[in-house]
């Protein structure tokens, strides 16, 4: 790799999955600790004036953006002026940025895949934070990957999967959605992407733009529940003998969730030529990373 990456957010899940997958392949991550108050855009212009990397990968919000069930708004308020001010500083100093998305900037109201030349319609004050993110780093800096995952799964004790895994060990019964859709992501998977596209980037092809990927075979909460509950009793044995289904407009989060939020993949193949992998492949060492954890 010839260009120097800095790594925002190596400290979390999908940060060190980057970490490890580069260092299988000797590829390096400038990765500074994150401040005690959070990367904001004071932080960001001190660090981008000290170190002059080639690419920014930002995943500093990755845990608000992917696991949180709510953010508080002066959260997303302060975030977003964080990633305009980084943008502006990668487009003063001519570097790439890659930024993550979300699945969330739709609304869920159709039944097929969102490509990315869809409109979105955010649906809650975190994707509304989202849409304008993505704005201003099209606006502001014109070298830059903004990339669209499903849901991501990772092995955090606080992010989604792990909440799963707690009720399921408290006993507490546990309701999943039916008939909501979407693409379950692996984070080792999405490191992978992101990897693959900094690949390509280093060969110096200007293919900036907006990019979708999800985990192949697009499923409902109840499925995913039902797969992480079988592969969990590889670990634990539970009380419970399974999830329950229930709607989605009875779900405490469907006003804020995209009932349909599966994205099509074809553009990130046919430009990068990644494939999708099947996220059910992903599990197993999923649940053994949060368990090790344990």
């Known amino acids: ?142 070298k830059h990957v903004l990339l669209r995952f499903g849901w991501l799964l990772d092995d955090s004790p606080d992010g989604l999967l792990g909440r799963f895994l707690q009720r399921l060990e408290h006993n507490e019964e546990f309701f999943l959605a039916d008939d909501r859709r979407g693409n379950p992501t692996p984070v080792e998977d999405a490191a992978r992407v992101i990897l693959a596209v900094l690949k390509q980037l280093d060969c110096g092809a200007p293919l900036w733009g907006t990019y979708h990927y999800g985990g192949q075979e697009a499923s409902t909460p109840l499925v995913v529940g039902q797969a992480v509950y079988a592969e969990a009793t590889h670990y634990r044995q539970f009380t419970l003998e399974g999830v329950s289904a229930i709607a989605h407009a009875d779900c405490a989060d469907a006003a804020d969730e995209p009932q349909h939020g599966v994205l099509a993949c074809k553009k990130i ?3 990068f030529g990644i494939k999708p992998r099947a996220w059910r492949a992903g599990l197993p060492s999923l649940l053994e990373r949060y368990y090790r954890h344990d």
């Open 1 to 142: 790799m010839r260009m120097r990456l800095m790594l925002l957010g190596g400290d979390n899940a999908l940060g060190q999955a980057l970490i490890r997958l580069g260092a299988e392949e000797e590829i390096a991550f400038l990765a500074p600790p994150s401040p005690e108050q959070g990367w904001d855009a004071s932080s960001l212009t001190t660090l981008l004036d000290d170190n002059r990397p080639d690419v920014v990968i930002n995943l500093a919000y990755y845990v608000d953006w992917f696991q949180v069930s709510h953010v508080d708004e002066a959260v997303l308020n302060s975030q977003e002026r964080a990633v305009e001010r980084l943008a502006e500083l990668c487009q003063y100093y001519q570097l790439v940025l890659l930024q993550p998305s979300s699945y969330r900037v739709f609304d869920g109201a159709r039944t097929t895949a969102y490509n990315e030349k869809d409109e979105v319609a955010p649906l809650d004050s975190r994707s509304r934070a989202l849409c304008r993110i993505e704005q201003s780093v099209r606006a502001l800096c014109p």
């Open 269 to 271: 193949f046919n430009t």
